[in-house]
């Protein structure tokens, strides 16, 4: 199935159903008096998170979305039905934006969220509303109201407890294969990935969701490679495992090019909690993996964690790291896993 994350989408409500000018007319009654229903409610349409959806492809091929309108009133004081309703599923992490694509006027985070984004017309009343004492044979009746229409944005963030960052190939692909059962496409070019993955990690009876996101290079903000679009898909992390690869040229300055480009992005995401951890440690000497890893360290001003998704080596240690950052997030705590160490 092709990702898309983010679709264009005109909604329109349906009208409500006019009402009706009636009067009772039965044999051996002279004065029946008015009898004409009210006009049912137009459709509303509704944006509803669902299970089961990681992509918005179903808005590629189908933008344009219109309510029912409400049926008219009749006579013998029958009301017209209610138009239905107009459903749109959207994957969980959905965000709904106005026209301008900055108003923001939900964001989906829960199965089962709904939010009503045009409400229907209401119906117009039939002459037996305006019945009075004064007024025993009213002759008028009120239309329907018209709906409501807007163009909307939809934009989706998955929703993962922890990313993975670095250059394109880092090895993160490598490392998503081998810690859960995702299978991304794992190749010796760059740009392996196209589209964002999402794999379950277990460790130690506990598992959190993480995500990868296609490589960062330098003007990534600007565009360079697949610019920053994909990093709107960690915004919702709580948790960074930053991958420098150990068979770089120099791993400090790997670093700093993809720190530059989140700080270039914004919206929180150089503040966020981050693991840093040279990969590919399988292919580095004694001597390499010192040295990269004290470059490492000064660009990082932290002590890396070093692995290597081929032979696991470090890689129970980085996802105890993780898990440790995601438990104290989520329960306010601290988890009974620390960084590189366990902890009974």
């Not at 039965?26 to 509303?44: A, L, M, T, V, Y």
């Not at 490679?225 to 040229?249: A, K, N, P, Y």
């Amino acid at each position: 199935m092709k990702f898309l994350d983010e679709a264009k989408v005109y909604i329109r409500s349906g009208d409500g159903g006019n009402g009706c000018v009636a009067f009772r007319r039965e044999k051996f009654i002279e004065f029946g008096g008015p009898n004409g229903g009210d006009g049912g409610r137009g459709g509303s349409v509704v944006v509803e998170a669902v299970d089961g959806l990681n992509t918005l492809i179903d808005y590629r091929y189908q933008q344009h979305f219109k309510a029912a309108r409400g049926a008219h009133g009749m006579g013998k004081d029958r009301h017209g039905a209610n138009g239905a309703d107009v459903v749109l599923k959207v994957p969980v992490g959905t965000q709904i934006f106005d026209e301008d694509r900055e108003t923001l006027l939900a964001d989906l985070t829960r199965i089962g969220e709904r939010i009503v984004l045009a409400k229907g017309g209401n119906g117009g009343f039939g002459n037996a509303r305006f019945k009075s004492s004064t007024n025993r044979a009213p002759r008028r009746a009120n239309p329907g109201e018209p709906g409501e229409e807007r163009w909307i944005w939809l934009r989706l963030k998955l929703i993962a407890d922890a990313g993975l960052v670095g250059l394109p190939n880092a090895g993160k692909s490598t490392f998503l294969a081998a810690v859960s059962a995702a299978k991304p496409k794992i190749a010796d070019y760059p740009f392996t990935t196209l589209n964002p993955q999402l794999g379950v990690v277990r460790i130690d009876a506990s598992e959190f969701v993480l995500a990868d996101i296609p490589g960062l290079i330098e003007g990534a903000h600007e565009g360079a490679g697949l610019g920053d679009r994909f990093l709107g898909h960690i915004e919702r992390c709580r948790v960074l495992l930053h991958l420098v690869d150990g068979t770089c040229e120099h791993a400090g300055k790997a670093y700093r090019v993809v720190r530059g480009e989140l700080e270039a992005y914004g919206h929180d995401l150089v503040d966020k909690p981050e693991i840093v951890a040279l990969s590919k440690a399988d292919a580095l000497s004694d001597e390499q993996r010192k040295q990269q890893v004290a470059r490492l360290e000064r660009a990082a001003k932290k002590t890396p964690l070093v692995l290597s998704a081929a032979t696991r080596e470090g890689v129970p240690e980085a996802l105890r790291a993780l898990l440790a950052v995601i438990e104290e997030a989520q329960f306010g705590r601290t988890g009974r896993h620390a960084a590189g160490t366990w902890q009974p």
